[in-house]
């Protein structure tokens, strides 16, 4: 009988902090300029530049490690990690080595399986490293060209303990990591534009030994599913090396997105040496409790704690509450349409329903379409005073949706206000009683389902304005007594 | 006396009596350095065209304090589009495109800059000797090394090719080869001068100082550079003053150490002799001495030739190639492109220090020798703090010797040990200047050293300026 293995992963997750400047320069840290533009003496590593601390980027940090539940440090330091690449225009980073900024937090995660606590290890602050850029293939190409403009550009570092236990753990574990730096609007978590990188720590272990098994380090996973995908198959792969009695080497491995596997990367990198040390151009960087306070104080409700107080308050099912709270802008739209309108139900159900429909079909978040939180809660109001039907208001919705008009002046200029009138709705009512003498006999034979189909012949000819409930209960009234 | 032989001060006086006139000043200079440079060899690069664009501006900048005064630039500090080779062939043709925070405060005081001057490479080194292009010659004995790393500085200065010069100083390079040359030399407070644009060494160590003629000088010269600025993190802020203050002929209760286990060390006889003689003038002016204790020298050296060097590794490590100055020809992929470009562009006393350094820093030796090393820096810098609470100054040589005849000290580690007496200061970071107190019987110059508490230096130019009137060697020239 083959033993039962058990899963460790730890992630390690590189984040680029949205600040406009750089961490160590006053550079701009806009994404997609001309090669070498956002460059200067400090980032281009210039004999006699020196390094000035970005403040700001110390105070997303902070925010990063407060939302993390980190214990912030009070004194912390820069140090440098020396090796040489043509993309490391100083021929060492600066990052931090044994005094990272934050330590000890843990991220809260669930899947179809349950709630998990990882733990997170730390959250340390560092700078990034230019770019190669190459002509054809790397192979291919004549030279490598240097683009220095993200050399600078403020990261940070979240490395998770090696808590979990499955490749969809580790799904949900990004994607709540995700979410958090986007409640707290320090990165743009983009992982195409690299403003979001994981790389992952992956290991088996006999079920119920205690000492971890020899890891794997898996990098090149440039998208959530590549790094479910990478870590499912890094499992297999370790699972089918134990159960034939070999041994795991502990090695770099690449995600190979074309070939679905990951590879070897043994004599490409080699055992690196970085002789961390203290950066002598930079003070160390003390904390205290007033800055600390001051941080603290800007940190937002964080998603999970949104998710469970839109079940527990509003009484939203678990499933609408994790799609509204899922995005920021949406969990930010959410309530401010709250502020003038006291459904939440009701504001969920649009959500969830027609904006959602057209957000995703137009591939938009929530405030690059037409609908601004005021209008939407106008427009509801509006169904709750019988001004229009919930049928007519997906109209006015849509056209609100592309035009980005006020609901009212939808309704008034298409002519979709409801017929409220009994006067209005008297002769077309008459009308159609006449034309459906079959409906009418089965009615007063007792079908009440029959009062259905002539509300709907009244629907149609006053292309949905009539005021259904007010049909309904007119047409009880001529036909049953 | 010829213009060229004239001090700050004294141009400056002649200027604003009318006397002379900026273009004759800058004339002199320029003559001097005509007939005297081929046997000193102070200059690397020589910049007329940068000081006849500020001459030009004289009228507007008169009232500053180096209008019209030619000054010297070690070749370590930068210099927006003149080159700035550090005297290594990695380089050999780097144009910066920015000026260093020195310069442009030289600038702004009007000073005309003149040429940037030899330097051990990467300022690695006690003689000079080690500049990748050519050796510089002692003004007051062309057989005789200037010192170093600031070699080329002080020999300007020493020669008349410049009024003053700045030099840069991780463990002596201002001070010692002051002593040789028989001019003043000023390192300050760690913090006191920005760093932003000298190409580092040891970062923790280098400062940028003065190198002049006399105190009074010397004083002008501190005014302008230092400050803070906000383009150097360790630079401080509200702790420069205005130096010419202490100009003032009064030791009188200044209470000065004079570190036994110092002057107990086997050096030069007539170095010892002039130093405690000097410091006999300043007893008899009034100056309490008295014997203190500190930690061996020995100690300091060695974190020192820990420290340096660990922090060269780092600083030295951008020469790849890649960027900016020398790409070596023979390379045919990356790895090999960083490789020899190095290994050409490098000296010997640079790669003997990239290579201490890395092995201090890697992993398995860093607590045995990094580790180790700060915290003997922290006790050296703990055991100035205890003197100083009692003491104003310490006095010491600031050399063991006077100047070496070149080319005879081929040992690495007897190089070092030059260093002996100014190592401490920058392990400790605190200021100390070398005026100075005499000649051996070689007619060299001997160098006293000066030592303060943190931002002392107030009080080191107050006692200097004394001694300097007690002694009156300042219009005392070498003849070339
Ligand atoms: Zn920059």
């Known amino acids: ?481 | 006396m010829n213009l060229y032989d004239l001090t700050i001060h004294e141009l400056k006086d002649k200027l604003n009596k009318g006397e002379t006139t900026v273009a004759e000043i800058r004339k002199a200079f320029a003559d001097r350095i005509a007939a005297v440079e081929d046997k000193v060899k102070s200059y690397l690069t020589l910049t007329d065209d940068l000081a006849a664009k500020n001459a030009a501006k004289y009228e507007e900048k008169k009232d500053e304090l180096l209008a019209g005064i030619p000054i010297a630039i070690k070749d370590n500090i930068s210099t927006e589009a003149i080159k700035t080779s550090c005297a290594s062939k990695v380089l050999e043709n780097y144009k910066p495109p920015f000026n260093s925070t020195v310069v442009d405060k030289l600038d702004a005081a009007g000073a005309l800059i003149i040429g940037k001057t030899n330097m051990d490479e990467f300022a690695m080194g006690s003689s000079t000797e080690n500049s990748a292009f050519f050796n510089t010659n002692n003004p007051w004995n062309l057989n005789h090394a200037p010192g170093g790393s600031s070699g080329g500085s002080a020999a300007a200065v020493a020669a008349g090719e410049c009024a003053a010069a700045l030099g840069s100083d991780t463990g002596g390079s201002i001070r010692q080869p002051a002593s040789y040359c028989g001019v003043v030399g000023l390192k300050l407070t760690y913090g006191m001068v920005s760093r932003y644009g000298l190409v580092a060494f040891a970062s923790s160590l280098d400062q940028i100082g003065p190198i002049t003629k006399d105190v009074e000088d010397c004083a002008i010269m501190t005014n302008v550079i230092t400050g803070y600025d906000e383009k150097d993190s360790t630079s401080v802020a509200d702790k420069a003053e205005d130096y010419r203050k202490y100009l003032k002929e009064d030791v009188s209760g200044m209470k000065i150490g004079i570190p036994e286990e110092y002057f107990n060390l086997d050096f030069d006889q007539e170095v010892k002799d002039s130093v405690l003689a000097a410091v006999k003038e300043l007893e008899k002016a009034g100056a309490e001495v008295e014997t203190v204790h500190i930690t061996d020298a020995a100690y300091a050296l060695a974190a020192y030739y820990i420290i340096g060097p660990a922090e060269a590794s780092s600083n030295l490590a951008r020469y790849d190639g890649v960027r900016y100055g020398l790409r070596s020809e023979e390379a045919d992929d990356v790895r090999s492109m960083f490789f020899n470009t190095r290994s050409e562009g490098f000296g010997d006393e640079v790669k003997r220090r990239i290579v201490i350094g890395t092995y201090a820093l890697s992993s398995g030796y860093y607590d045995a020798y990094y580790l180790k090393a700060q915290k003997v820096r922290t006790l050296i810098k703990d055991d100035f703090d205890r003197i100083f609470n009692d003491f104003d100054l310490i006095v010491t040589p600031t050399a063991p010797t006077t100047a070496i005849e070149l080319g005879t000290k081929s040992d690495p580690l007897e190089m070092y040990y030059t260093d002996i007496f100014t190592v401490p200061i920058n392990i400790a970071g605190v200021p100390a200047m070398s005026i100075p107190c005499g000649f051996d019987s070689n007619n060299m110059p001997i160098g006293l050293q000066l030592i303060g508490p943190h931002f002392g230096e107030g009080k080191i130019i107050q006692a200097a300026y004394t001694l300097e009137k007690i002694l009156d060697l300042k219009d005392k020239r070498a003849e070339l």
């Not at chain 1, 600066?94 to 809260?108: H, K, M, R, T, V």
């Open chain 1, 1 to 481: 009988m083959s033993t039962k293995y058990e899963t460790v992963i730890g992630l390690e997750v590189h984040v680029q902090l949205s600040t406009k400047s750089k961490i160590f320069c006053g550079c701009s840290t806009e994404f997609g300029k001309a090669p070498n533009i956002n460059t200067c003496p400090v980032c281009l590593g210039l004999p006699g530049s020196l390094p000035v601390l970005n403040k700001k980027v110390v105070d997303y940090a902070m925010l990063a490690g407060m939302a993390l539940s980190c214990d912030i440090a009070e004194y912390s330091k820069f140090d440098r990690k020396n090796y040489f690449y043509p993309d490391l225009a100083k021929a060492y980073q600066i990052s931090q080595f044994d005094l990272p900024i934050a330590e000890n937090g843990n991220i809260e995660i669930e899947t179809d399986n349950g709630i998990f606590n990882i733990g997170v290890t730390r959250v340390h602050l560092e700078e990034d490293a230019g770019k190669l850029v190459h002509e054809g293939s790397i192979d291919k190409s004549e030279a490598s060209l240097v683009d220095y403009n993200r050399s600078g550009v403020p990261l940070i570092e979240i490395v998770s303990e090696p808590d979990i236990r499955t490749p969809a753990q580790a799904k949900a574990y990004l994607t709540e990591l995700k979410l958090i730096l986007e409640y707290l609007e320090i990165s743009d978590c983009n992982m195409e534009e690299g403003s979001l990188r994981c790389d992952a720590n992956v290991s088996l272990r006999p079920e119920g030994q205690k000492e971890f098994g020899t890891k794997a380090e898996l990098k090149n996973m440039n998208s959530f599913s590549a790094v479910e995908k990478g870590l499912e198959y890094e499992v297999k792969r370790q699972q089918k090396l134990l159960d034939e009695g070999q041994v795991v080497v502990q090695e770099t491995r690449t995600w190979d997105e074309d070939l679905n596997k990951t590879i070897s990367m043994r004599g490409k990198e080699e055992a690196h040496d970085y002789r961390y040390f203290p950066d002598p151009d930079l003070l160390p960087l003390e904390i205290n409790q007033s800055w600390k306070k001051e941080i603290r104080e800007r940190l937002p409700e964080l998603p999970r704690e949104k998710y469970k107080r839109f079940i527990s308050e509003f009484s939203l099912p678990a499933y609408d509450a994790g799609v509204i709270t899922g995005n920021r802008e949406m969990a930010e739209f959410f309530e401010t349409v709250l502020k003038d309108y006291n459904d939440p139900k009701n504001i969920s159900n649009w959500m969830m329903g027609e904006f959602l429909r057209l957000l995703n079909e137009n591939n938009e978040g929530p405030y690059d379409s037409g609908v601004s939180p005021e209008n939407l809660s106008k427009m509801l109001k509006m169904i709750d005073e019988d001004v229009i039907s919930g049928k007519i208001a997906k109209k006015v919705f849509e056209i609100m949706y592309e035009s980005g008009k006020d609901p009212e002046k939808i309704v008034e200029e298409e002519g979709l206000k409801q017929i409220s009138d009994e006067d209005e709705l008297e002769s077309l009512v008459d009308q159609i009683i006449a034309a459906n003498p079959d409906a009418v006999e089965d009615i007063k034979n007792g079908k009440d389902r029959a009062i259905g189909f002539l509300v709907g012949q009244i629907m149609k000819e006053t292309r949905g304005k009539a005021n259904p409930g007010l049909v309904n209960q007119m047409l009880r009234d001529k036909l049953m007594d």
